[in-house]
Structure formats: C-alpha cells, structure tokens
C-alpha cells in the first residue's frame, strides 16, 4: 500500500549540493526502514543512508559518510536525502526504498521511480 515518489535530482558541480526528497503515501511508515540506493551508470545499485522511520536510526555506506544526511519527516510522511561534497563517481540514479524491519537488506520491496542526479567535473 506504500507508495514511493523520488524528487530534487539535477545537474550539479562537483563539491556542490543537492537535496533529494521521497514522498510516502498510504499506512505508517513506523514499521519501516527508508533507504536511498545509488545506481551509477553500469553498476549495480547500492544502498548509501538508510533510517528507521520510528526511531531514526541511521546508517551510511563508508562513500558516503560524511557527505549526505538522511532524515524525514514524520509528520508529512517524507524522507530526506541531503548531499554534499559531491563527486562525479555520485552520478546516478537515486532511488527511494522500503523494507520491514527486521528483514535483511535484499528485502527492499518498496520502491520510488527514481531521480538522475549528474555531478559533472
């Protein structure tokens, strides 16, 4: 029933910033873990900050730390992707996603459409 909707990708300079946002409708998401995953061009896609929903606790790959903020807002059912410092190797897709607590990561089962974010050197 949860639905995912990406926004805020763009062109951007190396060591510049970006703000990405998800949009949740449907239950609570107080269950859940939010993720942002990362798909460069040719490579997989790789989860870089996650949070849970209710507590917000947080997690972040070691490319990224440092560099992006994962948050959201209960209230209106959103997720937020701060990021800064920016690479080129950044470029890709963004994807928003949910999970059930508890499941491992492959149990990623809710996803946003995505948002391009181009990092140019």
């Known amino acids: 029933q949860v639905q995912l909707v990406e926004s805020g990708g763009g062109l951007v300079q190396a060591g510049g910033s970006l703000t990405l946002s998800c949009a949740a409708s449907?239950?609570?998401?107080?269950?859940?873990?939010m993720g942002w995953f990362h798909q460069a061009p040719g490579t997989e896609r790789d989860l870089v900050a996650a949070?849970?929903?209710?507590?917000?606790?947080?997690y972040y790959s070691d490319s990224v730390k440092g560099r992006f903020t994962i948050s959201r807002d209960n209230a209106k059912n959103m997720v937020f992707l701060q990021m800064s410092s920016l690479k080129p190797d950044d470029t890709g897709v963004y994807y928003c996603?949910?999970?059930?607590?508890?499941?491992?990561?492959?149990?990623?089962?809710?996803w946003g459409q995505g948002t391009q974010v181009t990092v140019s050197s």
């Open positions: 949070i849970t929903y209710g507590e917000g606790i947080t």
């Open positions: 996603a949910a999970k059930r607590r508890g499941e491992p990561r492959s149990a990623y089962n809710v």
């Open positions: 449907g239950r609570t998401l107080s269950m859940y873990v």
